[in-house]
């Protein structure tokens, strides 16, 4: 299947400061990324989605000036977390998805931790 | 919308036992269906997918039948082993919609020796 690398796998930083999260498509052109937060023992979901080229569509309840995400080139979305508070420490996952397939490829995902 | 409903959990079994984790869904039109495997402190990893009605997924000895008449996706294996404890979350794609995922809300599986 098709591989999809996200960076850092874990990141702490301080209260107040950014971080930005990368999800890279390695052998195929992503037309469309996902990206989606999941709480300790809790499912995935999804925060936004985002076409290469155009602004992300967000779903109902995430902020999008909290949750910037940049989708320049086909290969790379990231998804900077503005202004980090300890309530925003998660697990980020990414998935990308081409103009062929249903399926969406996964990332490793990212745990974040604001101290 | 879209949804998808798993049997709750937490599920404990004894190795070699038989495994069914029950998934319904809900979707407009022909979803494609996957099971996801997600281990402690990781990603999620696709364990296997059926995209149209009556295929059977299978990938180490799982299996799921993409049932539509019942809008049913349950997993199912033979023989557990303890390095099968994990999340499992079934999850399906819309067609008109390709790439995004809904989940279930994961059912966590624990296999004792």
């Known amino acids: 299947g098709a591989v999809v690398s996200q960076h850092p796998s874990r990141v702490i930083c301080k209260s107040g400061t950014s971080v930005k999260i990368e999800c890279r498509s390695l052998?195929?052109?992503?037309?469309?990324m996902f990206w989606y937060r999941q709480f300790p023992k809790q499912s995935l979901m999804l925060m936004a989605t985002s076409n290469e080229g155009s602004k992300a569509t967000y779903e109902q309840g995430v902020e999008k000036d909290k949750f910037l995400i940049n989708h320049a080139s086909l290969t790379l979305s990231t998804l900077t977390v503005t202004s980090a508070h300890p309530e925003d420490s998660s697990f980020y996952i990414c998935s990308a998805s081409d103009i062929v397939n249903t399926e969406a490829f996964f990332g490793q995902g990212t745990r974040l931790t604001v101290v | 919308g879209n949804s998808v409903t798993q049997m709750e959990g937490p599920v404990t079994l004894s190795e070699e036992a038989f495994l069914t984790i029950n998934c319904t869904y809900t979707?407009?039109?022909?979803?494609?269906l996957f099971w996801y495997v997600q281990y402690p402190g990781e990603g999620l990893q696709l364990l296997l997918k059926a995209t149209k009605a009556d295929d059977k997924g299978s990938n180490k000895g799982f299996e799921a039948t993409y049932r539509k008449e019942t809008t049913s996706f349950h997993l199912e294996k033979g023989s557990v082993q303890v390095s099968d404890s994990a999340v499992y979350f079934c999850?399906?794609?819309?067609?008109?919609?390709?790439?995004?995922?809904?989940f279930g809300d994961g059912t966590t599986l624990t296999v004792k020796p």
């Open positions: 979707a407009t039109g022909y979803p494609s």
């Open positions: 052998d195929f052109q992503a037309t469309t």
């Open positions: 999850a399906l794609t819309a067609n008109t919609n390709a790439g995004k995922s809904t």
